[in-house]
Structure formats: C-alpha cells, structure tokens
C-alpha cells in the first residue's frame, strides 16, 4: 500500500472550512426568506413567489440532510487530528523521559 502524507494542518484548515459550510447551511433559511421577499408579487401575481417558496421546502430538506453529512466528516477528520495530535505530545514524553 503506498504512503499517504497528508499535513495536520491542513485537515485543520478542512475542518474549519466544514465548520464555515454547516454554518452557511443554518443561515440558509433567512436568504431564501429574503428571496422570497424580493420577489413579491410581479404583476399582481404569485406563482414565482410559489414556485421559489416549494424549491426552498424541497431544498431544505436535502440541504439538512447534507449538513448532517458535512458535520460527520467534519468529526471524523476532527477525531483524526486530535488522535495524531494526542499521538504525537505521548510520542515526545516518551523520548523526553529516556
């Protein structure tokens, strides 16, 4: 199996970027509160202001279920950093006590 080298500040960095994304997700519902708003209703009718209201339900829907995805990579590569990083300060007591 071939080496794999990936730096711990980088999934570090993933990690926040995750966390950036989830956070997008919760705010999402106000922007399409916005949206729907901005539309109102041309020519006195509604059926934009519909259809961007029952794609907003369907989408908030997946889009939950996407960050529910989002936030268990997210732990996983949290759980990974924090394992080596653990690894790592028990690796340098040992070689500090011989």
Do not use: Y
Request: proline share 2%; hydrophobic share 35%; glycine share 6%.
């Amino acid at each position: 199996m071939p080496d794999v080298s990936i730096k711990i500040d980088t999934l570090d960095q993933t990690v926040k970027k995750l966390d950036s994304i989830i956070d997008e997700f919760d705010h999402a519902v106000g922007n399409a509160d916005a949206l729907e708003g901005a539309i109102g209703n041309p020519f006195r009718r509604g059926e934009l202001r519909s259809q961007a209201d029952d794609f907003e339900q369907r989408w908030d829907m997946k889009r939950k279920d996407l960050k529910d995805e989002l936030s268990d990579v997210r732990d996983h590569i949290k759980g990974v950093v924090e394992g080596f990083q653990d690894w790592d300060s028990e690796t340098a007591l040992l070689f500090q006590q011989k």
